[in-house]
């Protein structure tokens, strides 16, 4: 069963910065499209960002162009999401996962979801 950790949220006023990171349990993430995702309490999941495991494609969310950037460095077996001129409407819990990734969106792969990350927006 694959497994993500992801980690790197906290509390950062409007404008700040934060760089979520998402390991791996028991396998490498360049073998997989990654996604990360963010929900609110009481909505669905929203798709964020993707970044393609070999066709250098990447997806971000209107919402989040421009100011979000995902990288990945196979090395560490880690996925970034680097965050900046974050609003509060960013707060959210933060999830990666296995993902189906092209240039216009995401979708997770799989029904569950790891513990997630906070990320709360405010002054």
């Known amino acids: 069963q694959l497994q993500f950790v992801e980690s790197g949220g906290g509390l950062v006023q409007p404008g700040g910065s934060l760089r979520l990171s998402c390991a791996a349990s028991?396998?490498?993430?360049?073998?997989?499209?990654i996604g990360w995702f963010r929900q609110v309490p009481g909505k669905e999941h929203e798709g964020v960002s993707c970044?393609?495991?070999?066709?250098?494609?990447?997806y971000y969310a209107d919402s989040v162009k421009g100011r979000f950037t995902i990288s990945r460095d196979n090395a560490k077996n880690t996925v970034y999401l680097q965050m900046n001129s974050l609003k509060p409407e960013d707060t959210a819990v933060y999830y990666c996962?296995?993902?189906?990734?092209?240039?216009?969106?995401?979708?997770?792969?799989?029904?569950?979801w790891g513990q997630g990350t906070q990320v709360t927006v405010s002054s």
């Open positions: 996962a296995a993902a189906h990734c092209w240039s216009g969106g995401t979708s997770k792969k799989g029904n569950s």
């Open positions: 028991g396998f490498t993430l360049d073998a997989s499209n």
């Open positions: 970044i393609h495991r070999s066709l250098g494609i990447t």
